[in-house]
């Protein structure tokens, strides 16, 4: 089955809470460095207001949104009843409340080298290297179908080194860039040898 490439669609209706990450330029770069099958599960952990997985969604995916932030959860439920889309909802760390196996899992990670702390600063505080939980991500274990792939936004001002040694072994391409004055937003779709 063929994919479709996924464009922003600046039309969907998106309501947003103070204390969840609202879409930015990051979350827009995700979204269009994508390419979906009608019908592919896909899994975004970290979903903020949802606007990647309702994109996900109006392209014919059948998703499930997690993310440790309640408020975020039930954001983006409401995100998808106001645009007439379906998907599954739950509150999860990385993989700690999911059910089931996918065949894409995303995350737009909390990537900035910062030990913020907070609810909201959670989506963006990836800790001292700016990694995060990205280990913790790329151990999907059975909730990766076999040659199923992980894709992530990346920061060049993560610990770059320390990105490349938890990498290696794994298949990455480089799917979209975004060059910022300060810094460049890199999505990385990751596959594990087969």
Do not use: Q
């Amino acid at each position: 089955m063929r994919r479709v490439t996924v464009r922003y669609d600046p039309s969907l209706k998106m309501s947003e809470h103070p204390d969840v990450y609202p879409p930015s330029e990051d979350s827009i770069l995700l979204i269009e460095s994508l390419e979906v099958r009608p019908g592919e599960r896909v899994l975004e952990v970290g979903c903020g207001s949802g606007v990647v997985s309702m994109h996900c969604a109006a392209n014919g995916a059948r998703v499930t949104c997690v993310d440790v932030n309640p408020y975020a959860v039930e954001l983006t439920r409401k995100n998808f009843i106001d645009n007439g889309l379906s998907g599954e909802f739950a509150e999860s760390d990385v993989y700690g409340n999911v059910n089931g196996v996918f065949d894409t899992i995303l995350f737009n990670l909390p990537y900035l080298p910062a030990d913020d702390e907070g609810l909201l600063a959670k989506a963006w505080s990836g800790g001292g290297d700016g990694l995060g939980p990205l280990p913790r991500l790329l151990d999907a274990g059975d909730h990766l179908v076999p040659g199923g792939r992980i894709v992530v936004v990346v920061s060049s001002l993560m610990d770059r080194d320390r990105l490349n040694a938890m990498l290696e072994g794994f298949e990455v391409t480089v799917l979209g860039e975004l060059p910022l004055f300060f810094e460049r937003l890199s999505v990385l779709e990751i596959r594990a040898p087969c």
